[in-house]
């Protein structure tokens, strides 16, 4: 199973230790991580997934493949900008969600689109987003609601 972790390229501290923790433990439980591929949130949980040994997959905004964080396995450019954001849940089997702004905000309505099911870690306060109160409880909620 695939699990997309979402959430701002711009990250405080705080956000970036809780992506980190989400990626080790979707990797942990045996998950590919997918993200946006590029700084912030997506690189924190990429270091967290590829510390415990996971394959980290990022979906890019530009044409280059050279363009995503260092701790990305398989990097996949679309040339498509701010529209990539259709791509990233939709690449998940699962969301977890960390802060983040008007791009995460678009990824968490198409992964409503997708009907996957979202835990979020921050102030989002959406129809369909599991509230979360730390890392170790949006992992288990999506492991669970993929019913492993």
């Keep these: 199973m695939r699990v997309s972790v979402i959430g701002g390229g711009n990250a405080g501290e705080a956000d970036l230790k809780r992506a980190r923790e989400v990626g080790r433990l979707v990797a942990e439980a045996g998950h590919?991580?997918?993200?946006?591929?590029?700084?912030?949130?997506?690189?924190?949980?990429c270091?967290?997934?590829?510390?415990?040994g996971g394959?980290?997959?990022?979906?890019?905004?530009?044409?280059d493949r050279g363009g995503a964080n260092e701790?990305?396995?398989v990097?996949?450019?679309?040339?498509l900008g701010h529209a990539r954001n259709a791509l990233v849940p939709?690449?998940?089997?699962a969301v977890i969600?960390?802060?983040?702004?008007?791009?995460?905000?678009?990824?968490?309505?198409?992964?409503?689109?997708?009907?996957r099911p979202v835990a979020g870690l921050g102030t989002h306060d959406v129809d369909g987003v599991y509230a979360a109160d730390s890392p170790r409880d949006a992992v288990a909620y999506v492991t669970d609601a993929l019913g492993e």
């Design 32 to 45: 590919d991580l997918v993200c946006g591929g590029r700084g912030g949130v997506m690189a924190a949980a």
């Design 55 to 63: 394959t980290t997959i990022g979906i890019l905004p530009g044409e």
């Design 90 to 93: 939709l690449n998940g089997d």
């Design 75 to 79: 990097a996949i450019a679309t040339g």
């Design 47 to 52: 270091a967290g997934a590829k510390e415990a």
């Design 97 to 115: 969600a960390i802060e983040g702004g008007h791009g995460t905000l678009s990824e968490l309505g198409y992964a409503g689109i997708y009907d």
């Design 71 to 73: 701790h990305v396995d």
